[in-house]
T-cell receptor, first 109, second 114 residues
């Protein structure tokens, strides 16, 4: 079967760095994506990794290790507005995109 | 604004009824995806269309059906509605056909079944 695991909640303070991990098990794999969703809003695309390594986009970075079926999203210089849910998603076999259950990030002042 | 539009924004209906949700993808995008998100849950992939053809199917109930029209807008039909169908329904679009790196989500339709 196909599954993704990520922590349900993470809490960090403003200005800190936080890492949200994601492990996956899929039949077929094209890449790992990350999305942010604020309460009541739509998911917005953050990053995508198809190859091993680190991708950096401003304060956000994403990492992938295909051999370990593992990735993470790194958020630096946390701001209050980063409080949201973060979903990892796998593009896998059968043209399906599977989303994890989401990690709720609480940023404290 | 992602460029993906969905109507209606809210829908309240009774059990046993049928509703149609509508989605217009971003200009130039050929793929449309439908997702269901129940309260405090993740996104459940329902179905994908590419240029009018069904491309992938997820955990979509037999009571649900979808189609993509020649102008690329898509409709999700939900019938014989049950209380458990109450959820946010998102449509997303992308330019590529297959497994995609980047999907753009519409604002969603909040369906309440009473």
């Amino acid at each position: 079967g196909q599954s993704l695991e990520q922590p349900s909640e993470v809490t960090a303070v403003e200005g800190a760095i936080v890492q949200i991990n994601c492990t996956y098990q899929t039949s077929g794999f094209y890449g790992l994506s990350w999305y942010q969703q604020h309460d009541g809003g739509a998911p917005t695309f953050l990053s995508y990794n198809a190859l091993d390594g680190l991708e950096e986009t401003g304060r956000f970075s994403s990492f992938l290790s295909r051999s370990d079926s593992y990735g993470y999203l790194l958020l630096q210089e946390l701001q209050m507005k980063d409080s949201a849910s973060y979903f990892c998603a796998v593009s896998g076999g059968g043209f399906k995109t599977i989303f994890g259950a989401g990690t709720r990030l609480f940023v404290k002042a | 604004d992602s460029g993906v539009t969905q109507t209606p924004k809210h829908l309240i209906t009774a059990t046993g009824q049928r509703v149609t949700l509508r989605c217009s993808p971003r200009s130039g995008d050929l793929s449309v995806y439908w997702y269901q998100q129940s309260l405090d849950q993740g996104l459940q992939f329902l179905i994908q269309y590419y240029n009018g053809e069904e491309r992938a199917k997820g955990n979509i109930l037999e009571r649900f059906s979808a189609q993509q029209f020649p102008d690329l807008h898509s409709e999700l039909n939900l019938s014989s509605l049950e209380l458990g169908d109450s959820a946010l329904y998102f449509c997303a679009s992308s330019v590529v056909e297959g497994a995609t790196s980047e999907q753009y989500f519409g604002p969603g339709t909040r369906l309440t079944v009473t």
